[in-house]
């Protein structure tokens, strides 16, 4: 049976991504709150807003798997997510350097018309080289860290800043495709 695939994201990374796999799809963006709540765990934060964005695509569908994520950067029990301005930025890539840090997503598949729905989360470790002060600035000139979850994206010129990963890397990039494939098949849908 086909089914529509409907993605509850705006990421041009998760679009990228799904395209790469060959999978056919419908931008189905859904506007959450994306709060810490007192007390959240990286992990139940997560996962909370990414059941959010696929409940409230699902609801705005009406059919459909629709597929919604949410990446964080987690360093110690802080989650780093997207830099308020470029001085946050800095901040956060200066907390991160010479260090290991993990990427957290929380991945929900759900059937828009049943409500049926799957929460798996996807975790891969990441190290930072040390990094100077002026290597940082002119990273962070560049603008490609603030709109991105821990002020950097490895799949363009952050690469530079990190030394190895251990996991997903598609996961870094704000999708675990190896994961979403094995969840789509509970779903019904073949790649």
Not at 13 to 21: A, F, G, N, S, V
Not at 81 to 104: S, Y
Not at 162 to 174: A, K, L
Request: proline share 4%; charged share 25%; glycine share 8%.
């Amino acid at each position: 049976m086909e089914h529509t695939v409907l993605l509850a994201s705006n990421s041009p990374r998760r679009r990228e991504l799904l395209k790469q796999i060959g999978l056919s799809f419908t931008v189905a963006p859904a506007d959450v709150d994306e709060s810490v709540l007192p007390g959240e765990s990286p992990d139940a934060y997560a996962a909370r807003v990414a059941f959010d964005k696929a409940r409230i695509a699902a609801e705005n569908a009406g059919e459909g798997i629709v597929i919604a994520a949410d990446t964080i950067v987690v360093a110690g029990d802080a989650i780093l997510g997207k830099p308020a301005d470029a001085r946050d930025a800095e901040g956060m890539l200066a907390l991160l350097a010479g260090k290991e840090h993990r990427v957290v997503t929380a991945l929900v598949v759900m059937d828009a018309a049943t409500g049926r729905s799957a929460t798996r989360i996807s975790v891969t470790k990441v190290w930072f080289r040390d990094l100077t002060e002026r290597e940082i600035a002119a990273y962070v000139a560049t603008g490609e860290p603030l709109d991105k979850a821990g002020a950097y994206g490895i799949q363009e010129r952050g690469a530079l800043l990190v030394e190895r990963i251990e996991g997903c890397y598609s996961n870094v990039v704000g999708l675990p495709l190896s994961l979403l494939g094995e969840m789509l098949r509970e779903f019904d849908v073949y790649l």
